[in-house]
């Protein structure tokens, strides 16, 4: 290798053209980069909740839903006055008109204004519009609000049972997916101009395609946002450890180029952005500086050493001792988030195959820019006793040395702790709760879910496979059974399907009895009352209840929450009876909840894989580096008790498990082995010399152990920016991740010496 790092130090230009040009084609490829915030399309196409959804939209023109939320608090009617119903009426043409919206059937457009009400006639029955246009008189509004109440149906869906609030539900135009946020911020602007006109009215927007328009504009923010400040706080970390300009804009430099190079490379193969890929770049920043670190340091330690003859032999001399240890932690870092390609969710394999992509870079960019620039650079080394954390890397040795029984027992009682908080573990994930609770998508989402029957949905499709086979009296029945025992549950709001409308209209052919309001006890007399309302109501209107040769069926539950428990719950609660309600039909499951539920599942099976293999990948790599099982063993420790300590926390203080921090362990793990393999490494090399152990602690805090506490300070800092996150997974992951390599740095820095004394003893 010395013949390597000889060719880069004496033709040093060419290596830092070569390293330009290679710049220049990454960053050309930049503006191809793209965002995904559809979870849809990050689901494997062979899952259930990916084909019930599309077979929902196929069958039953189902899709997600806009929800916009208009609340009058201050009229003492609520929104049943003049103002409001014609603020609705505005809103509802509104939507009609931009090509941004699908409003062709009932289904995809639902307000005051589009909502029908069914009344029995001496002719039969009669299909009308609860609101055909903004009603203005104290007797015509009095009338709108008997017949709602009368009707049932909407209460709780359309108006809230109170009557302070109103919901419009619309569906994007299918040409819009991918481009929700061009939708939320049509419908802010609009907004806005409702507010500047003044009213007593507030208008709240959320539902799916807006969390995922909303996720669109905070992604690209917070990347904007993190960077500068984890540059600065890199800057500032790398003057107080080297003391110069040239020890700051040198692994500066580094950490840019491989963000250069990992972004190129993804967008060059067409990769798209991620929610949990915007953490890359962050990562790369905090984790591709520890190399640079390592080198300069021992660069700086070799030249201050005053045994070597010139510039060029104390960068070489630094490279020959290094290379090994980081090219080791490069790799082991690199199989730990590559072990991540074992998930079946397409944004968790993306995130370890192009965070390894990055470190390697990292590496690559490191072992030939460094030794090339410090080359060319004037020489200006700071000799060891100068550089930073001096008296505190003594401090270290001596409590190490002095007091071993101590460092025991405080990580033994850490232990112990900890695996009573995994006991306590739970697993949930909403996607509201990635939003801060002071965000106004989560705060409209909370208010709407307390006055509405909830802004969240489980969708139930059930197959007959005979024609007319719904229209069967013990199937409409059982339809009603299962309706009944959702809205037993307080996550369930209200429920609807045919079976419902069908109860209805069986209602109103009776005089408008209550007691009439149960399902049709034949099926000619369903269809006599389908095609009775046909006459008068569109033909379309319950396509989003029943397919054309009535054998499939959709009930829509609304759910005031979209917790992954919840929707888990209720899963297995509905499948339970299945064989009681419909012995003779199938049962699938699909919707937004479903679809959270099983998108939670799949992370954190995903995770659990991945940190198992990954283990494994790292063990056998140490193994390969170290020669000893003993020695890959505690390579893993350090890194091993963090995780575990910090699920342990979690378990303790109730933070559960789901989409934002099932990936901590693996990023942990990923991050926090270096840590053990530079000690370990340093700590057998002085051991070779023949040094005791006391000698030996003290030799590697003074070189390997400053630049694991720079690195520490550096990648914990660089995750606690996280915390000026939008997003709140964001903010969660950074004090995980900052909490995990906080105590992976005491743990190898404390106890791994101790160890080590023990294990040799």
């Given at each position: 290798m010395q013949q390597i790092f000889s060719f880069i130090v004496h033709r040093a230009w060419l290596v830092l053209l070569l390293l330009a040009i290679a710049t220049v084609s990454f960053v050309s490829q930049l503006p191809k980069i793209k965002m995904e915030t559809n979870i849809e399309n990050m689901l494997p196409h062979s899952m259930d909740a990916y084909l019930n959804k599309k077979k929902l939209e196929k069958l039953f023109s189902s899709a997600d839903m806009v929800v916009i939320g208009i609340t009058n608090n201050q009229s003492p009617d609520g929104i049943y006055n003049p103002h409001t119903l014609k603020l609705v009426d505005e809103l509802t043409g509104w939507l009609q008109m931009h090509k941004e919206f699908r409003t062709l059937a009932l289904s995809d457009l639902m307000s005051l204004s589009t909502i029908k009400d069914i009344r029995g006639t001496p002719d039969g029955m009669q299909v009308e519009h609860f609101m055909r246009e903004p009603l203005t008189t104290p007797a015509s509004i009095s009338h709108l609000r008997q017949r709602l109440d009368d009707n049932g149906i909407y209460m709780g869906s359309i108006v809230s049972e109170d009557g302070k609030g109103t919901l419009i539900v619309v569906r994007p135009d299918p040409s819009y997916i991918g481009h929700y946020h061009d939708i939320y911020q049509l419908i802010k602007d609009k907004v806005s101009e409702i507010d500047a006109r003044g009213g007593p009215e507030k208008i709240l927007i959320t539902g799916r395609p807006i969390i995922e328009g909303v996720f669109g504009a905070y992604m690209p923010q917070d990347m904007q946002q993190m960077q500068p400040m984890i540059l600065a706080l890199l800057a500032l970390l790398l003057f107080v450890a080297f003391r110069n300009i040239r020890g700051v804009l040198i692994p500066l430099a580094v950490v840019i180029l491989s963000e250069l190079w990992m972004l190129g490379t993804m967008a060059a193969v067409g990769i798209p952005i991620y929610t949990v890929t915007t953490l890359l770049p962050i990562l790369i920043l905090a984790v591709g500086i520890a190399d640079s670190v390592h080198l300069l340091t021992?660069?700086?330690?070799e030249a201050g050493r005053g045994q070597v003859e010139s510039k060029q032999h104390a960068i070489i001399a630094g490279m020959s001792g290094m290379w090994s240890p980081i090219l080791m932690t490069t790799l082991t870092t690199a199989a730990g988030f590559l072990a991540m390609l074992t998930s079946d969710l397409l944004p968790m394999r993306y995130f370890g195959v192009f965070a390894a992509v990055g470190i390697i870079y990292a590496f690559i960019i490191t072992i030939l820019f460094i030794p090339a620039i410090e080359a060319v650079l004037p020489h200006r080394e700071k000799a060891l006793k100068q550089l930073a954390f001096s008296g505190y890397l003594n401090w270290v040795s001596r409590v190490v040395v002095h007091h071993p029984k101590r460092i025991m027992a405080i990580f033994?009682?850490?232990?112990?702790?900890?695996?009573y908080g995994l006991s306590q573990l739970q697993v949930n994930s909403?996607?509201?709760?990635?939003?801060?609770?002071?965000?106004?998508i989560r705060l409209a989402d909370t208010t709407l879910?307390?006055?509405f029957a909830g802004t969240n949905s489980l969708d139930v499709m059930l197959d007959t496979g005979v024609q007319d086979g719904v229209l069967s009296p013990s199937f409409l029945a059982g339809m009603s059974k299962l309706q009944a025992m959702a809205e037993t549950e307080a996550v369930v709001g209200d429920s609807s399907s045919i079976a419902e409308f069908l109860s209805e209209m069986n209602k109103v052919m009776h005089e408008g009895k209550q007691s009439w309001r149960v399902t049709p006890t034949s099926s000619d007399l369903a269809a006599q009352y389908l095609l009775l309302y046909s006459f008068s109501g569109a033909p379309d209107d319950f396509d989003s209840f029943i397919t054309s040769d009535y054998s499939q069926a959709h009930i829509r539950i609304q759910l005031k929450s979209d917790s992954s428990a919840d929707a888990e719950h209720l899963v297995h609660l509905l499948e339970s009876h299945q064989q009681a309600w419909f012995p003779n039909a199938t049962m699938e499951f699909a919707g937004t909840a479903y679809?959270?539920?099983?998108f939670s599942d799949l992370i954190i099976t995903g995770q659990i894989q991945s940190l198992?293999?990954?283990?494994?990948?790292?063990?056998?790599?140490?193994?390969?580096?170290?020669?000893?099982?003993?020695?890959?063993?505690?390579?893993?420790?350090?890194?091993?008790?963090?995780?575990?300590?910090?699920?342990g926390i979690m378990g303790l203080i109730g933070l559960p498990l789901e989409i934002g921090t099932a990936i901590t362990g693996a990023m942990a793990l990923g991050i926090g082995v270096d840590f053990a393999i530079h000690y370990l490494y340093r700590y057998r090399y002085y051991e070779q010399q023949g040094l005791g152990h006391e000698a030996i602690v003290v030799a590697s805090n003074d070189d390997t152990g400053r630049a694991l506490l720079f690195n520490a300070l550096v990648v914990i800092g660089g995750f606690l920016i996280l915390l000026t996150a939008h997003l709140y997974?964001?903010?969660?992951?950074?004090?995980?991740?900052?909490?995990?390599?906080?105590?992976?740095?005491?743990?190898?820095?404390?106890?791994?010496?101790?160890?080590?004394?023990?294990?040799?003893?």
């Open positions: 021992h660069i700086r330690v033994a009682l850490l232990i112990i702790g900890s695996a909403s996607l509201v709760s990635e939003f801060r609770p002071s965000d106004p879910n307390a006055h679809t959270t539920f099983r198992l293999l990954a283990l494994v990948f790292i063990f056998l790599l140490c193994l390969v580096m170290f020669r000893r099982l003993g020695d890959a063993a505690l390579a893993l420790l350090p890194v091993s008790i963090s995780v575990a300590v910090i699920y997974p964001q903010v969660k992951l950074g004090v995980l991740v900052a909490g995990s390599m906080a105590i992976c740095y005491l743990a190898s820095c404390y106890l791994f010496p101790v160890l080590l004394k023990a294990r040799k003893a």
